[in-house]
């Protein structure tokens, strides 16, 4: 693996390990969600990485005065067309957590741990966008960079050794939904 490829997967590695810190893992009621500490970090994995696309390919290098900007639109389609089934199925989970803990602890506790998890999102967002633009300088070089990677899938889901396996499950589990 290049040495630039490595310090990106460790740095959204090391991002997603630091949410959810303040999920429990204890047991729980056989109602409560399956969670545990690698799935929480596969989902902060999973959702971080959505999030640094959308947010750089999306939202401000296809919106660069370049003739590019088509490219970085159609490199997170691409992107997204691969692994939303994945993105998917670490929302559903988190929206699980999030309805149980309304459920066991109101409403005001719910709305807490959300904005929480999005405040750690954000930081880990920024975090791994800094691998991406490390002047913090979006430019159609470095734009062009990471649609290339989008657009070839190193940075898809599957690369991940540590939590696709853990997102196949949860995948799996959501078409499982409402089965007995």
Not at 119 to 143: G, I, M, T, Y
Not at 145 to 161: T, V
Request: aromatic share 8%; with cysteine.
């Amino acid at each position: 693996m290049p040495v630039y490829r490595r310090r990106r997967h460790l740095l959204l590695t090391v991002a997603a390990g630091l949410l959810f810190a303040q999920v429990a893992t204890a047991s729980e009621p056989s109602n409560a969600p399956n969670i545990t500490e690698p799935r929480n970090a596969a989902a902060g994995f999973a959702i971080t990485l959505w999030m640094v696309n959308v947010d750089a390919l999306g939202d401000h290098c296809s919106k660069l005065a370049s003739p590019m900007s088509g490219q970085f639109l159609g490199a997170l389609k691409a992107w997204q067309g691969r692994n939303a089934p994945y993105v998917n199925a670490a929302l559903e989970y988190m929206a699980d957590i999030e309805d149980y803990i309304k459920a066991t602890q109101g409403e005001a506790v719910r709305k807490q741990f959300r904005a929480d998890r999005k405040a750690e999102f954000v930081a880990s967002a920024q975090k791994a966008e800094l691998v991406w633009f490390p002047d913090r300088k979006l430019n159609e070089v470095s734009c062009l960079r990471m649609a290339r990677h989008a657009e070839d899938g190193s940075m898809d889901l599957d690369q991940n050794a540590e939590f696709f396996p853990i997102l196949q499950a949860m995948k799996a589990e959501t078409g499982r939904k409402g089965e007995p």
